[in-house]
């Protein structure tokens, strides 16, 4: 059982938005950044956003992360076939462990 | 260009040990944090350890805690991981990924995969 809590799937038409959540406590993601990290199928995974909210060089805007208390959620609009992929959030934790949440599958319908 | 390269994978029974490599370029590796992630088959990613910048401080995940040993060579931009008395439950794809100054793991290696089984 993993220590962040994330929805085993979402789905939703291309085009559309989605949002997808991830619920701590105040040892990791009450006092610490939220990282989120996008997993292609058979890919390694690959940092999208850091410091909850920032976009890495070369993440399109369609993508976006917040972080309000022990939550934190990502944001992805203008679906496309190509976001089909597994997220998974990610931080630091005061018991001195990088933790993970379980992931999401995101299916475009 | 920032580039990691895990190897050392492969089979190996159980209870023995397997030392894993991460040869990093592309960057200042002495620069930074660097963490080993696991991930199993079909399931999500499993935090291994992490070793501080100058290898003064490491971390482990309970599962691998006396178990594994993560340590580094700034001589030769090298991570590795020794895994001792190695389990089933040890089968995974073993990521090395670097971490910046905000703790987000922004480069990851392609991964290495481990399989403990007789």
């Known amino acids: 059982q993993s220590v962040l809590t994330q929805p085993p799937s979402v789905s939703a038409a291309p085009g559309q938005k989605v949002t997808i959540s991830c619920s701590g406590s105040?040892?990791?993601?009450?006092?610490?950044?939220v990282s989120w990290y996008q997993q292609l199928p058979g890919a390694a995974p690959k940092l999208l956003i850091f410091?909850?909210?920032k976009r890495p060089s070369g993440i399109p805007d369609r993508f976006s992360g917040s972080k309000s208390g022990t939550s934190a959620t990502l944001g992805i609009t203008g679906l496309q076939t190509g976001d089909e992929a597994d997220y998974y959030c990610g931080t630091w934790d005061s018991r001195m462990s990088e933790v993970f949440g379980g992931g999401t599958k995101l299916t475009v319908l | 260009q920032v580039h990691l390269v895990e190897s050392g994978g492969g089979v190996v029974q159980p209870g023995r040990s397997l030392r894993l490599s991460c040869a990093a370029s592309?960057?200042?590796?002495?620069?930074?944090?660097m963490h080993w992630v696991r991930q199993a088959p079909g399931k999500g990613l499993d935090w291994v350890a992490i070793?501080?910048?100058?290898?003064?401080?490491?971390y482990y995940a309970d599962s691998v805690k006396g178990r594994f040993t993560i340590s580094r060579d700034s001589s030769k931009n090298t991570l590795y991981l020794q895994m001792n008395s190695l389990r089933a439950e040890d089968t995974a794809v073993y990521y090395c990924?670097?971490?910046?100054?905000?703790?987000?793991?922004?480069?990851w290696g392609q991964g290495t995969l481990v399989t403990v089984s007789s």
């Open positions: 592309g960057f200042t590796f002495s620069n930074y944090g």
């Open positions: 990924a670097r971490e910046e100054s905000g703790q987000q793991l922004d480069y």
């Open positions: 410091e909850n909210n």
């Open positions: 070793i501080w910048y100058d290898g003064s401080d490491k």
């Open positions: 105040s040892s990791n993601i009450g006092n610490n950044y």
